[in-house]
């Protein structure tokens, strides 16, 4: 019996593709220690940077509600309806236009493309200083939806570059735990603004009508929203310049690495997304594998470049094909490679590739640029995102809602304008920390749907409590606070990482990030849901979201049955197929 030998077809430089001591499954992922110290230096470089940028990001978007509880609207001679419209109108442009940044931002190169558009959201964020007008601040708002639309899915591609699929969660963790951070900050930064600024917040200017035109003489003078939006506009000005010269292209041009960490930075990332195995085949039969070389028995030495993988990985993808757990005796639950892929993709299905470098198509997997009209239309055609959108945006609502309204709910307990904003921050720390655990147990364990019905079950726990608990509790409504947001942040990061690691080309999975950005249709329905008629105790906004977030738990259970029964199917197609099938349905 012979077996098939391991000589790794070499990049375009000249070097091997991976290293050959030993089988490829064994160093995957590498675990040599120039692959750790890339990893680390990628972990302490890049990725926090990306945090700041999101933290910015999500500092922007939700400032406004700060601002409020300083009596924004009525210092600028505004409704506080006015508010909700400008806050609906965002989302409504920030959600239709999130696959078209993310297209943009794919075709341009996110490198470039997330520091230009933050240093214009950033100007604008500066610019509320002077809104005076019902119509100057839904333009504004406008135009930062308009700007911050592709952000989100962009930076997301951007960082799976780096990353391996059961590597990215943890990161993605972090990364999107800088949303509920950013809540933490903002009550932090408005405590602190608001105590050097104190608005003028006594009982007869609240009970005046809040539209009533403030004195010119006042408005010369600088109020604490004004100080607010200024700080946070030029903390994004100046992160977004540095970004210009932080962001490399690719692990491949990582200015913080090594010439040869960049080169086993982009393996690691290459050998992930093909999910090269390690095969033995029998004497004088050739396998398809791809990207390394075939030689089997009668035909030793000869080398057939890169090629399609073979029918045994198949067959084992078929198996681990929307599986998160271990190798368990119960059928898996899902995720972790395409279902898509077990079957021919164009453009780089081919059986042989005489080339000895890698295809551009597969080095493209781990470079920030590059867009064909084949991944916009598999991303369109693809049920799954449909379906993830729809309960995606029901177990978004607390998120979106809370990043907006929550300092308003809290000042609705009772609290001042500063202290209020200050409170804040223990109900968006539990949710940033219940995060970080739940995407580390899904990394360790692989799994995805699980820890999101977990965190959907606390969600509801904490929803139920708020709604029903006397408005007269407020400790026990500010603790119940708490809870919902321990469980608030956690589905839709785990959503991405599924989505993520289900999308093998960086092109698609862009267009497939950008799809699911129309989840923060959430933002549009939570402005309507937390309406000012409802304030100051939000009992039945409470009692709408707690249906959305139950409706959503129903649909990523059913979700999961789904995965598993189309793994079951494919499993069963894939046993009846012999070597030479998965020959035809890859070269015709």
């Known amino acids: 019996m012979g077996g098939l030998q391991q000589t790794p077809a070499p990049s375009t430089d000249g070097t091997p593709l991976l290293p050959p001591s030993e089988p490829l499954r064994h160093r995957h992922p590498a675990t040599s220690a120039s692959a750790e110290r890339a990893l680390l230096k990628i972990d302490l470089i890049l990725l926090p940077f990306l945090c700041v940028l999101f933290l910015l990001n999500s500092l922007d978007r939700s400032n406004i509600g700060n601002a409020e509880t300083a009596n924004f609207t009525r210092d600028a001679g505004l409704e506080?309806?006015?508010?909700?419209?400008?806050?609906?109108?965002?989302f409504?442009?920030?959600?239709?236009?999130q696959p078209?940044?993310?297209?943009?931002?794919?075709?341009?190169?996110?490198?470039?493309?997330?520091?230009?558009?933050?240093?214009?959201?950033?100007?604008?964020t500066a610019a509320h200083i002077w809104i005076r007008r019902r119509w100057q601040l839904i333009t504004v708002r406008i135009l930062i939806g308009m700007l911050e639309a592709g952000f989100y899915p962009t930076t997301v591609s951007y960082l799976s570059l780096f990353y391996s699929r059961f590597e990215f969660a943890r990161r993605l963790g972090l990364f999107y735990g800088q949303y509920a951070i950013s809540g933490a900050l903002g009550g932090v930064l408005s405590y602190v603004v608001f105590r050097a600024f104190p608005s003028d917040e006594s009982p007869s200017d609240i009970s005046v009508r809040r539209s009533a035109a403030v004195p010119a003489d006042d408005r010369d003078k600088w109020r604490s929203w004004q100080v607010l939006f200024l700080v946070e506009g030029g903390m994004t000005l100046v992160v977004a310049l540095i970004g210009f010269f932080w962001l490399p292209h690719g692990p491949g041009s990582a200015w913080?690495?090594?010439?040869?960490?960049?080169e086993l930075a982009e393996r690691r990332v290459l050998n992930d997304r093909l999910a090269i195995g390690h095969f033995e085949a029998p004497e004088g039969q050739d396998r398809f594998v791809v990207g390394e070389p075939i030689r089997s028995g009668a035909d030793e030495g000869r080398t057939e470049g890169w090629v399609r993988r073979s029918h045994d990985e198949d067959a084992e993808q078929a198996q681990r094909l929307i599986s998160e757990g271990e190798e368990e005796e119960e059928e898996e639950e899902g995720s972790g490679f395409e279902p898509s892929s077990l079957l021919r993709r164009p453009g780089w299905s081919q059986s042989r590739v005489t080339s000895s470098s890698p295809p551009q198509s597969i080095r493209g997997f781990a470079t920030d640029k590059g867009l064909s009209k084949r991944d916009v239309v598999e991303a369109?055609?693809?049920?799954?995102?449909?379906?993830?959108?729809?309960?995606?945006?029901?177990?978004?609502?607390?998120?979106?809602?809370?990043?907006?309204?929550?300092?308003?709910?809290?000042?609705?307990?009772?609290?001042?304008?500063?202290?209020?904003?200050?409170?804040t921050v223990p109900p968006f720390l539990s949710g940033a920390v219940s995060l970080w655990i739940f995407t580390w147990w899904s990394d360790k364990r692989k799994e995805r749907i699980v820890p999101i019905l977990w965190g959907l079950l606390i969600n509801l726990v904490g929803l139920t409590a708020v709604a029903m608990l006397p408005t007269t509790a407020y400790l026990l409504r500010y603790l119940a606070l708490c809870v919902l947001l321990a469980g608030t942040f956690i589905a839709s990061p785990l959503t991405v990482a599924w989505l993520s690691g289900n999308m093998e080309e960086p092109g698609k999975r862009a267009i497939i990030l950008g799809i699911n950005g129309w989840g923060n249709l959430a933002g549009v329905f939570s402005s309507l849901i937390f309406s000012p008629r409802y304030a100051p105790d939000y009992t039945i906004p409470f009692y709408i979201t707690f249906g959305l977030v139950l409706f959503a738990f129903f649909g990523y259970a059913l979700f999961r049955h789904l995965l598993r029964r189309e793994n079951a199917a494919r499993r069963k197609i894939l046993d009846r197929w012999s070597p030479d099938d998965v020959e035809r349905e890859f070269t015709h």
Not at 80 to 90: I, K, T
Not at 256 to 262: Q, T
Not at 391 to 408: R, T
């Open 80 to 90: 506080p309806e006015d508010l909700n419209v400008s806050v609906a109108l965002f």
């Open 92 to 97: 409504v442009f920030f959600v239709a236009l």
């Open 100 to 124: 078209v940044g993310a297209a943009v931002g794919r075709r341009w190169g996110m490198a470039k493309y997330v520091p230009t558009v933050m240093t214009f959201w950033g100007l604008l």
């Open 256 to 262: 913080f690495l090594r010439a040869d960490e960049r």
């Open 380 to 423: 369109i055609t693809d049920w799954k995102i449909w379906y993830i959108l729809v309960i995606n945006i029901c177990s978004s609502i607390p998120g979106m809602a809370f990043s907006v309204f929550l300092p308003l709910v809290v000042k609705g307990l009772g609290f001042e304008s500063a202290t209020a904003n200050l409170l």
